[in-house]
């Protein structure tokens, strides 16, 4: 089994969010309200780029994105920074899409509309939360990110890997991650910031299937390090959430 050096079966990921996009311009008002299409801001790809310089000592195994332009875009530019002939090709994990919302919600202004957006996070863990009115629920949404992930550290080969996602299906991963069987990873949603193109490096302790089965298990997980934002280590300035971040009139560096 493939391992992290000094390590008899862990394996390493960076979690990263994409950079920052617009959700107002023009491409999803041609798309009607379809997130899928937006691609990575000019702030955002600098963002990216930033994080690809961060990271472009790391060895990637393998590299994954949901496969919509901002994740893909992002995790490019990550990947730009690594030595060509060691570049691994990028994959495309849908499982790993952002939560699907409902419909839009009513505000009077987009400090009320980040203030509802983060009221449904808020709310992931009680029974049948769905994401904004008529959307996906979060147990739903949930047992599929972590179930991609399940399955990507249930295959043999890699020790390190790069996935470049979402906002929340990062938080349902981290939150996973957080408590594991002593509780359900949705309480934990709340808690976890996801700046635009953050990097989170999570370890996993692979072991033996108990049952003597081919393959492996998780042990248990590790959160190394959460939501750091290589072109604003100390978060100067950005004193916004992510979500008041998304709603603001004007580019936030975070």
Not at 106 to 121: D, G, I
Not at 168 to 197: H, M, T, Y
């Amino acid at each position: 089994m493939s391992a992290l050096p000094g390590t008899t079966g862990r394996r390493r990921i960076y979690l990263m969010r994409h950079g920052h996009v617009d959700y107002f311009g023009r491409e999803i008002q041609a798309a009607k309200g379809d997130t899928k299409v937006v691609p990575l801001t000019p702030l955002g790809q600098e963002q990216a780029k930033a994080g690809g310089a961060a990271l472009a000592h790391v060895r990637f195994d393998r590299a994954v994105c949901s496969g919509v332009p901002r994740t893909i875009g992002t995790a490019n530019f990550v990947l730009d920074a690594q030595t060509p002939d060691l570049r691994p090709a990028l994959e495309i994990v849908p499982d790993l899409i952002e939560i699907h919302g409902g419909g839009f919600v009513k505000a009077k202004s987009r400090t009320e509309l980040a203030a509802e957006m983060a009221f449904y996070f808020e709310q992931a863990a009680e029974p049948n939360a769905t994401m904004l009115e008529g959307g996906e629920v979060f147990t739903e949404a949930e047992k599929r990110a972590v179930g991609a992930i399940r399955k990507l550290l249930a295959e043999p080969g890699w020790s390190t890997m790069l996935i470049a996602a979402h906002e929340g299906i990062n938080r349902l991963i981290l939150g996973w991650a957080a408590l594991g069987a002593k509780g359900s990873g949705l309480q934990a949603v709340r808690a976890f910031e996801q700046d635009p193109a953050c990097i989170n490096v999570i370890d996993f302790d692979m072991v033996p299937k108990a049952d003597g089965s081919l393959g492996t298990e998780i042990e248990r997980a590790i959160i190394k390090s959460v939501n750091v934002t290589p072109y604003n280590y100390m978060k100067h300035g950005a004193n916004m959430t992510s979500l008041e971040a998304i709603f603001a009139r004007t580019p936030a560096s975070n």
